[in-house]
Every structure is written in C-alpha cells, then in structure tokens.
C-alpha cells in the first residue's frame, strides 16, 4: 500500500510569488492534515480537510489556504509568500478525521529567498 | 508555557542504554501521538494512546491519563534509534494535533 506523497520534495520561490504544494494519501484515507514546521517554532498545525471540507484551521494568515478533491489528494497554497514562510511543509492523512492515527508524507522543503 | 512539554530536549546515550523522554501536557486530550523523525524530514508515527501501555520492538509508550503525562521508553537503544522524538496531544475541543517541542536522541555506538 502506498504511504503518502507529498510533491514537490523541495522548492526554491522568490519573495512575493505564491506557491501550491500537494499531497496525495493513502488510499482510503478521507483526512488530510497539513503542518508547517521552522527551527524557532517546531510543528504547527495549518488545517485539516475532511471529505473536501475544511474541518480546522491553525493560526496562520489568511495567504495560507488549502483545498481537498474529491479522490482525497489536497494542495495547499501560500500567495504573496515572505522570508519567513521558509519551512518544511508537512501533510498527515488519516481514516478518518478526529485524532486516528496519522500518516505522515516526507514532505516539502520550500526556501523563499 | 507551552500545552504540550517534553523533556529532556537532548539526550545522547551509548548503545544499550534504557531511555526515557518525557511528555506533560496541560490540555484536555482524546489521544497521545509519538512521533519520530529522521534527519531529511520524514515523520514516521511510532505509537497512538489513550490509555495504558504500547509496545513495538523495543519502544514502549505509556500514558497516565490523570497526571497528563506520557512517556517514551527504548530498551537497549542502538544507533538506529538516533532520531528526534516529537509527542502531541490530539485536543478533542479544538481537533487540531499540538506538538511538543521534540527531543533530540543520539545514541553511541
């Protein structure tokens, strides 16, 4: 069975351009969960979908946006990005949504220079 | 303060050593992840509690629900298990998974 994909691996954007960034889960798996993790804040929780819908957002501006499709794989978005969006972007999916257990991709190291 | 705390934040041990980290969380919590990461980024989830006692090898998890507190045991570490440790609390009100700050182990061969 295949664990979750997260393209691209890494990435290279310019201050001021957007980004959408994709993960794909594990078949059957109906959650998606995307996490930004940086040296000085550690993992932080960005939003969960569920079955296309949003069902959580962490606090992160609104440049931070996301959506789901219908076969579960989900992208997520930073518009007008900034130095400090530099990270390693990570996505979990799980069954269901509600704390099962979580499948994390090897996620996306994005560099805003 | 942080809603979930780990400790130690480093720890090096020689090959064989029993190892203990240490999660505390200070929020109302439906399930306790343990995490592990590698070097390059992967997350690998070792274990997921609510109550009691885990075991994988020789990981073990345990969770006392009534003091708030997890705690992560390597029997007879090996280098293999060099890896940050990151435990987070799945917050039933807020549906949202919060991290601990992690724990860097390296073990010595």
């Known amino acids: 069975k295949a664990g979750v994909t997260q393209t691209p691996r890494y990435l290279i954007k310019t201050r001021g351009q957007q980004v959408t960034l994709s993960c794909s889960p594990i078949?059957?798996?109906?959650?998606v969960s995307w996490y930004q993790q940086t040296p000085g804040q550690g993992l932080q929780f960005l939003f969960e979908y569920f079955s296309e819908t949003q069902r959580n957002k962490g606090n992160f501006p609104g440049r931070f946006s996301g959506r789901q499709f219908s076969n579960s794989r989900s992208e997520m978005n930073v518009s007008t990005l900034e130095l400090g969006d530099s990270a390693l972007y990570l996505c979990?999916?799980?069954?269901?949504?509600?704390?099962?257990?979580?499948?994390f991709g090897q996620g996306t190291r994005l560099t805003v220079v | 303060k942080n809603e979930v705390e780990q400790s130690p934040q480093n720890l090096t041990a020689q090959e064989g050593e029993f190892i203990t980290i240490n999660c505390s969380y200070s929020?109302?919590?439906?399930?306790l992840h343990w995490l592990q990461q590698h070097p390059g980024g992967g997350i690998v989830s070792l274990f997921m509690?609510?109550?009691g006692k885990k075991k994988h090898g020789r990981l073990i998890a345990t969770i006392n629900i009534q003091e708030k507190h997890s705690s992560l045991h390597i029997t007879a570490s090996h280098p293999r298990h060099s890896a940050v440790y990151i435990c987070?609390?799945?917050?039933?009100?807020?549906?949202?998974?919060?991290f601990g700050t992690g724990t860097l182990l390296a073990v010595q061969p």
């Open positions: 078949s059957g798996h109906r959650s």
């Open positions: 979990a999916s799980s069954f269901t949504s509600g704390g099962t257990e979580a499948f």
């Open positions: 509690l609510s109550s």
């Open positions: 987070a609390g799945y917050g039933g009100a807020t549906n949202k998974l919060i």
């Open positions: 929020v109302g919590i439906s399930a």
